[in-house]
Nanobody, 122 residues
């Protein structure tokens, strides 16, 4: 079974930085892409950043220029470097991966982590 585990969340002051990590483990055949989502209280979960296995990235307008997503394919780990944090960035951040498992190699399935809390104080 594939598992995604996030880490690196915490409390930071506005203007500060934080680096999130998400490690995927299990019977992984390949990774098509990974992404970071976030969900603030009272709001829907939204896409923050995404990256393909080839390195193509996509960012939400609200974080463009401040956040950077990257992936270490050898370690099956995706990162989110967050700079110039704002109180509006406060949310639970979730890791998402589009993966092919060794059991069903032809099928891409979505997997989610449990989330990590990021709180930005003003």
């Amino acid at each position: 079974q594939v598992q995604l585990v996030e880490s690196g969340g915490g409390l930071v002051q506005a203007g500060g930085s934080l680096r999130l990590s998400c490690a995927a483990s299990g019977s992984i055949f390949s990774i098509d892409g990974m992404a970071w989502y976030r969900q603030a209280p009272g709001k829907q979960r939204e896409l923050v950043a995404a990256i393909t296995s080839g390195g193509t990235t996509n960012y939400a307008d609200s974080v463009k220029g401040r956040f950077t997503i990257s992936m270490n394919n050898a370690k099956n780990t995706v990162y989110l470097q967050m700079n110039s944090l704002k109180p509006e960035d406060t949310a639970v951040y979730y890791c998402n991966g589009g993966l092919r498992t060794t059991a069903i190699m032809h099928l891409v399935r979505d997997y989610w982590g449990q989330g990590t809390q990021v709180t930005v104080s003003s």
